[in-house]
């Protein structure tokens, strides 16, 4: 079984910047090298949305528009870690914030169906 594990989140003043990270367990070495990981967010009261994603390459990533330029996502494999980098935070990006992994050799980056794995989740609050 994979576990999943967020940290990181926090109360942040806006321009503010935060790092999350996201611990893997369980099945590793399968998991890194053919899974892709992803950041997905979910506000109250609306649709969790996809946030950032790492291919299983651990080259190439992808933003959703409204994170692009102010966020990074980045992997290290040799301690199971993802890391979200968030720089210049706005209120709007306040959000619960979970990770997950997808499944082997997928790309549908944006899909949440696409991921087999979540963590719980690690709160991110901006204020104005």
């Known amino acids: 079984q994979v576990r999943l594990v967020e940290s990181g989140g926090g109360l942040v003043q806006a321009g503010g910047s935060l790092r999350l990270s996201c611990t893997i367990s369980g099945r590793t070495f399968s998991t890194f090298t053919t899974n892709g990981v992803g950041w997905f967010r979910q506000a109250p009261g609306k649709e969790r949305e996809f946030v950032a994603a790492v291919h299983w390459n651990g080259k190439s990533t992808y933003y959703a528009d409204a994170v692009k330029g102010r966020f990074t996502i980045s992997r290290d494999n040799a301690k199971n870690t993802v890391y979200l980098q968030m720089n210049s935070l706005k209120p709007e990006d306040t959000a619960l914030y979970s990770c997950?992994?997808?499944?082997?050799?997928?790309?549908?980056?944006?899909?949440?169906?696409?991921?087999?794995?979540w963590g719980q989740g690690t709160q991110v609050t901006v204020s104005s």
């Open positions: 997950a992994v997808c499944r082997p050799f997928g790309t549908n980056w944006r899909e949440s169906s696409e991921y087999t794995y």
